[in-house]
C-alpha cells in the first residue's frame, strides 16, 4: 500500500517560529496566503471567495514519538493521552483548519482568514465544509 | 523532510466494497470497531464514551491521480475541481469523520457510531471536537 504524502502548495505566513503561534485558531490568527503547486491548480478552480473550507496540512517541525503529552501551558497536569489533545506533535502530523477565503486567482494563490501554521508548512488537501 | 505516514489503528466494518458505501456519513452508514495498535495505545488513554472525535483515515483504495471529477452520481454535470468535493479519489485521501464513541476498552478497542469507510481502513489520527 502507498503511504507517501503528496504536496500540492504551500503555506506563506508571518508566523516563522511556533513561540509566534496563538493557542488556539480563535486567538488571533494572522491572515495567511497559500500557493498551489501547478499540477494541482485545475483541482482548486471551483472554490469561490467567501466560501468556508477545510485545509489539511503537514506540520513539518512536529516531534512524531509523541504518544501523551502535557497540555500546553499547563504544566501541573498529569500526561494525557496524545489523542485527546490538538498537540501538532503526533505519530501523523496532520493539521485540520476551518478558514474563509478571501481571495482566490487563476495562476493558484488563496488568501485565507485567520490561520494558525508556520510559514512554509506544506499543504495536503483542501476540503469544503459541510453543512452538518 | 519526512513524508511517510504511519497507521496507528484500522477499522472494522460491515462496507466490504465501494458500491456499500451511503453517498454522506448521515445516511445510515454503520457503526464500526477500530483497532489501536499496541504501541499507540498509550495515546487513547484518555477518551471517553459518548465524547465526539474525529477520525483522520487512510482511503487506501483511492484513486491519487484524480484532479478534476464529475460529482458523484450527477453525471450531467461538468467536471469540477477536487477540492471542491469530498471525493476520496484525491491526491492525498485523507478522510475525516466525526463520530461518537459508544465504548472503549483498555486493550485499544473502540466502538463508534455511524462511519462511512471501507472494512480495513487503516487510521492515522483521532483528534477531539472543539468547541467553535
Known amino acids: ?3 507517501e504524502i503528496r ?11 511556533i513561540e509566534d503561534c496563538p493557542l488556539q485558531e480563535t486567538e488571533n490568527a494572522p491572515e ?15 472554490i ?6 477545510l485545509l489539511l496540512t503537514w506540520l513539518h517541525e512536529a516531534d512524531r514519538t509523541v504518544i501523551e503529552c502535557i497540555p500546553r501551558k499547563n504544566y ?3 500526561l494525557i493521552g496524545v489523542f485527546s489533545t490538538r498537540s501538532p506533535d503526533r505519530p501523523n502530523p ?10 482566490i ?3 493558484g494563490l488563496i488568501k485565507v482568514s485567520g490561520l494558525e501554521v508556520l510559514d512554509q508548512t506544506p499543504l495536503l488537501d483542501i476540503k ?3 453543512n452538518r
Open 7 to 17: 504536496f500540492i502548495g504551500k503555506i506563506h505566513s508571518e508566523l516563522k517560529s
Open 128 to 130: 469544503p465544509v459541510l
Open 76 to 78: 501541573e497536569s498529569p
Open 105 to 107: 486567482s487563476s495562476n
Open 94 to 103: 496532520i493539521g485540520i483548519h476551518s478558514v474563509k477565503v478571501l481571495s
Open 1 to 3: 500500500m502507498e503511504t
Open 32 to 46: 495567511a496566503e497559500i500557493t498551489i503547486f501547478p499540477e494541482f491548480i485545475d483541482g482548486i478552480k471551483n
Open 48 to 53: 469561490l471567495p467567501g466560501s468556508e473550507i
